[in-house]
């Protein structure tokens, strides 16, 4: 019974050594989560990051600017001194700067007519956009080749046919 008890002790001393509490350093909040949880985390201060994708939207001192994460994309009202550093903006031809923004999230923001949106209070370039090139395989140029030919000899059957 001695033993027993000893061993269990012990595997329990383990097991309380080997658990580790995991604490996220940034708690960045994703998108999907402000508009699933948009009632409890109205009016609240939230970090989020994401790329900046279309273009600035200049407003006087202020801006908008749109920034996806991959679950989806918001509005953020932005200094126009914060647009400033942006140097790109994602769209077929580029890869937009990454940015981590900490602002106020609005589920219905007054200010704005009741949109969804969030006044930034700080912004942080977190990685420099790029341009984007495409490459387009030969596979495919060859494929559109065949397929191109094939309906040329199409039409011209089908239109030998009907006279």
């Known amino acids: 019974m001695l ?3 000893r061993i269990l002790i012990l595997i329990f001393l383990i097991s309380i050594s080997f658990t ?3 604490v996220a350093s940034d708690n960045i909040t994703k998108i999907n989560d402000l508009i699933e949880k948009s009632a409890s985390l109205n ?3 939230i970090t989020m990051q994401g790329e900046v994708i279309g273009e600035a939207l200049e407003r006087g001192e202020y801006a908008w600017i749109n920034v996806n994460d991959t679950t989806n994309a918001i509005g953020i009202w932005v200094k126009q001194s914060d647009v400033d550093r ?3 903006y994602g769209d077929y031809k580029h890869k937009g700067d990454i940015v981590k923004v900490t602002g106020v999230f609005y589920k219905s923001c007054p200010e704005h007519g009741g949109d969804v ?3 930034s209070t700080h912004i942080d370039i977190v990685e420099t956009g790029h341009e984007v090139t495409e490459e387009i ?4 140029v060859l494929v559109t080749a065949v397929l191109f030919i094939i309906m040329l000899i ?3 059957l089908f239109r030998h046919k009907n006279k």
Do not use: P
């Open 117 to 119: 949106d969030i006044h």
């Open 20 to 22: 580790v509490t995991c």
């Open 3 to 5: 033993k027993n008890s």
């Open 137 to 140: 395989s030969h596979t495919k």
């Open 154 to 156: 199409l039409f011209r």
């Open 86 to 88: 942006i140097r790109f």
């Open 43 to 45: 009016n609240t201060v």
